[in-house]
């Protein structure tokens, strides 16, 4: 299906380890690994385990990369198509796909979409994953079209005390 508006996505800010301090952690780890391949004798028992830690050490790079960045394309993003709003967390997280014709009302808050389906479900996306100004704003437009097309309720501005329950 044709996409609307395609917005990659930022790297996770919620992570337990930031980014950059895993990067350096594997870089660590690599260098850990090799500086003991070289310095000790091919003939000690241990020889082998360095080999496995390296190994694992670049998988764990690689999956970080694939992760964070788009090395292996873009894996990460928020997309809106002519039937559907479309996120995608990352390259090992599954879609999660909300169409308009089940939204009834669509809230636009500064730092979240909350959506309400019409079996009474409730949804946020947060929107401070998105880090462009201007991206932010076709978003919104986008959602306005979509909203007079498919004929849902649509707000904007701050969230009311009595909705946060």
């Given amino acids: 299906m044709k996409s609307l508006v395609r917005v990659g ?8 380890i930031s980014f950059g301090v895993q990067l350096a952690l594997v870089f660590f780890w690599i260098i850990y690994a090799l500086f003991l391949l070289f ?3 091919p003939t000690n028992d241990s020889h082998f385990f360095h080999y496995v830690f390296l190994t694992f050490a670049i998988g764990y ?7 964070n960045t788009p090395v292996f394309g873009t894996q990460s993003y928020f997309e809106i198509t002519p ?7 990352g390259h090992f997280r599954p879609k999660t796909v909300y169409s308009f014709e089940e939204l009834a009302h669509l809230h636009i808050a500064p730092l979240a979409l909350r959506l309400l389906l019409k079996n009474g479900e409730k949804h946020v996306i947060d929107l401070k994953i998105i880090s462009r100004r201007r991206n932010l704003k076709k978003i919104k437009e986008q959602l306005h079209i979509m909203a007079l097309k498919f004929d849902f309720a649509i707000t904007e501005g701050q969230i009311p005390t ?3 329950k």
């Fill in 9 to 16: 996505l930022r790297p996770s800010r919620n992570a337990r």
């Fill in 39 to 41: 310095t000790e004798s």
């Fill in 61 to 67: 790079l690689v999956y970080i990369l694939a992760q």
């Fill in 83 to 89: 039937d559907y709003i479309v996120l995608k967390r």
């Fill in 162 to 164: 009595s909705d946060l």
